[in-house]
């Protein structure tokens, strides 16, 4: 992924490592629970053909930094702290595309009065996607030192079939998605089972675009369609025949969607 590398201070002092591309009006990509910067290279090109695009690495993985304890609003406030620089040197407000738990980091931040103009969120998911006993095998898969089963067993919950699993297991990747998972999926699921996606949603006043797969698991749909129900201004489009990793294997799809929405 080329562009430019560079970083801002949250409210807390943790660095927040960015790469941007492209020109054109701010669009900032939040990724989801396994995923950094590099995650966007599917999409990367054809955004930065249209727009200022910038991807950021969330809190304790890739070029950013971590702050202990943690506190699930920080992740709040690093894309708010994002979404400040960008717009301050565009003198505008910023669009956001947030992906799964980056969505519902996304929403928060919105909800948080960030400056962002348009917000476009696919499947955040919320407490019924990390149920207590799930979360207890989890914390004691990467408390024993295997974060390859704890990563299998999220990539379930998420509902990709063991067929993709495996695919995703064999593909080569830019970077270790292990370290991620060992660090990062405790303290995420936790946050999920407290967050409140409705009462987040009730606070946003921007227009919103609901990205959904139909071959995702039951909650995405109810999850969405709980969002949408709060939200003042909302757009939901469903992409045929995907799931909850179409940002990586339908980036067309994405983008056309994302043009329709943005412009």
Known sequence: ???????????????????????????????????????WAPLWDRLARRYRVTAMDRRGRGTSGDTQPYDYRCEFADIAAVAVSLATAQAGSVDVFGHSIGATFALGAAAGGAPIRRLALYEPPGPQTVPAPWRERVTALIEAGQPGPAMISFLREMGLPDTRITELRNAPRSYDVLPIVAATMPREAQALAGIDLAALAARVSVPVL?????????????????????????TQVSLPGQGHEATAEAPDLVDRALEEFLG
């Open 210 to 234: 609901l990205l959904l797969g139909p071959a995702s698991p039951p909650w995405a749909s109810e999850l969405t369609a709980s969002v949408a129900a709060a939200l003042p201004q909302s």
């Open 1 to 39: 992924m080329d562009g430019k590398r560079h970083q801002v201070t949250s409210a807390d002092g943790t660095v927040i490592g960015l790469l941007t591309a492209g020109a054109g009006p701010d669009l900032l990509l939040v990724h989801g629970g396994m995923g950094c910067i590099e995650s």
